[in-house]
C-alpha cells in the first residue's frame, strides 16, 4: 500500500508558476512510476506527466504541457515534484499524484489548481 499526500495548488494568474509537491508513503525506490493526472469539471482525467523511478528517471509529458511542465524527484524525501510555469487557463482542474508499484495502483486525494485569466 502506498499513500500519497500533494501539496501545492492555489491560484495563479495566466503566465505563473505554481510547483506542485507528492511525498510518497513508502522508499520511492519500490515505486515503479509515478505521475501527475489532472481532471477539468466535465473532462476525463487526463495523464499530465509521468517519471519512471525504476528505467533511470524517464519522463514522459502530455503535449499539452510539453516545454512548460517539469516532473522531478526527491529520493531522500519520497517525493515527486510537478513544476508548472507559462500556466494558461485551460491548466485549471484537479490535480492527483498516481504511483504504480508491483502491488497495484495508488491515488492522491487532488489538489485544486486554478488559473485566472
Known amino acids: 500500500q502506498v499513500q500519497l499526500v500533494e501539496s501545492g495548488g492555489g491560484l495563479v494568474q495566466a503566465g505563473g508558476s505554481l510547483r506542485l509537491s507528492c511525498a510518497a508513503s513508502?522508499?520511492?525506490?519500490?515505486?515503479?512510476?509515478m505521475g501527475w493526472y489532472r481532471q477539468a469539471p466535465g473532462k476525463q482525467r487526463e495523464m499530465v506527466a509521468a517519471i519512471s523511478i525504476t528505467l533511470g528517471g524517464r519522463a514522459d509529458y502530455a503535449d499539452s504541457v510539453k516545454g512548460r511542465f517539469i516532473i522531478s524527484r526527491d529520493n531522500a524525501k519520497n517525493t515527486v515534484y510537478l513544476q508548472m510555469n507559462s500556466l494558461k487557463p485551460e491548466d485549471t482542474a484537479v490535480y492527483y499524484c498516481?504511483?504504480?508499484?508491483?502491488?497495484?495502483?495508488?491515488w492522491g486525494q487532488g489538489t485544486q489548481v486554478t488559473v485566472a485569466s
Open positions: 498516481n504511483a504504480i508499484d508491483p502491488r497495484g495502483e495508488y
Open positions: 513508502k522508499n520511492i525506490f519500490s515505486i515503479n512510476r
